[in-house]
């Protein structure tokens, strides 16, 4: 069945740039998303990428997808404290629009 | 522009006690709405969707039901909470018409501690 795999923590020091990684297991998956939630929040939308695309950049938004590998990274420049917060990848699964989420990356950005 | 409300925002209920909580979406019309169940620490489950007023699929079997009575409003109810239910629940929408169809978005999540 349908699994997306991410670690769990990320720690990064304010400046660097921070990539958290995510698998997902359905190759007929058409759309990759990364979803960002702040503490006691829901989910804002950061990006997409659709399944034909390997790269797609959104100011400091990096997103790279390596179908073959089913493999998907999101890298952000320059890590404000602000970006501290969970960062969850979800494949679209079947026509229904249904989302599969990883368990969510928390990143922790270091002053 | 569309948004998306929950009600209420934190809930704390007694065991065995009834439940509702509901979402509604404005600026669209025939959208898709989910319920997810994030427990503390751990990734969302999907709990709920719906393609159309009273017609639902349930994902996972368990203590909770959905309902749709209007085109934009979803509603989660229990009719006896367990301690096992608490955690943040949170309502998306899709679009289905127009723009982007193939994008979630999620409302600000109802906080359920059940004692």
């Known amino acids: 069945g349908e699994d997306v795999e991410q670690s769990l923590f990320l720690s990064v020091r304010e400046g660097d740039s921070s990539v958290i990684n995510c698998t997902y297991t359905d190759s007929s998956s058409t759309y990759l998303y990364w979803y960002k939630q702040e503490p006691g929040a829901g989910l804002q939308l950061l990006t997409y990428i659709f399944s034909n695309m390997d790269m797609k950049q959104d100011q400091r938004l990096t997103v790279l997808l390596n179908k073959k590998d089913k493999h998907l990274s999101l890298r952000i420049a320059d890590t404000q404290t602000g970006d501290s917060a969970i960062y969850f990848c979800a494949e679209k699964a079947g026509n229904t629009g249904k989302l599969i989420f990883g368990q969510g990356t928390t990143l922790q950005v270091k002053p | 522009s569309q948004t998306i409300h929950q009600w209420p925002a934190t809930l704390v209920q007694p065991v065995g006690s009834p439940l509702s909580l509901e979402c509604t979406v404005e600026g669209t019309s025939n959208p898709n709405l989910y319920w997810y169940r994030q427990a503390a620490g751990r990734g969302l489950q999907l709990l709920f969707y719906?393609?159309?007023?009273?017609?639902i699929s349930s994902e996972v079997p368990q203590n909770l039901s959905a309902s749709r009575p209007q085109d934009r409003q979803f509603i989660l109810s229990s009719k006896k909470l367990l301690l096992s239910d608490s955690g943040f629940y949170l309502c998306?929408?899709?679009?289905?018409?127009?723009?982007?169809?193939?994008?979630?978005?999620f409302g600000p999540g109802t906080r359920l501690t059940v004692l």
């Open positions: 719906s393609v159309g007023i009273g017609q």
């Open positions: 998306a929408w899709k679009g289905t018409s127009g723009g982007n169809t193939d994008t979630q978005y």
